[in-house]
Nanobody, 113 residues
Framework: VQLQASGGGLVQPGGSLRLSCAAS????????MGWYRQAPGNERELVAA???????NYAESVKGRFTISRDNAKNTVYLQMNSLKPEDTAVYYC????????WGQGTQVTVSS
């Protein structure tokens, strides 16, 4: 299984970005996909996850600002990030639990004026 993430970049506070992560390989239909992030000096933290049935879960810090969604036909998960704050700056990693854990390469998100 391979995960390919895209969509990071530099954005001003209050701006938006959309991350995408496409999984390829042999994937069980029942799975969880989502995103962790890691800022310098911090531990990796869960940002959002979504089951194959469409049930989302969010970190408290991003509720109301981030929306996770997925396209099961494409084995792709998306993270729409709105109202970005400087504290959202981190490397974002997508993951797939199927049932083992798989990780994509990180994509940098920088929120700065």
């Amino acid at each position: 299984v391979q995960l390919q993430a895209s969509g990071g970049g530099l954005v001003q506070p209050g701006g938006s970005l959309r991350l995408s992560c496409a999984a390829s390989g042999i994937i069980f239909s029942i799975n969880v996909m989502g995103w962790y992030r890691q800022a310098p000096g911090n531990e990796r933290e869960l940002v959002a996850a979504i089951t194959s049935g469409g049930s989302p879960n969010y970190a408290e810090s991003v509720k109301g600002r981030f929306t996770i969604s997925r396209d099961n036909a494409k084995n792709t998960v998306y993270l729409q990030m709105n109202s970005l704050k400087p504290e959202d700056t981190a490397v974002y990693y997508c993951f797939l639990q199927s049932p083992k854990d798989y990780w994509g390469q990180g994509t940098q998100v920088t929120v700065s004026s």
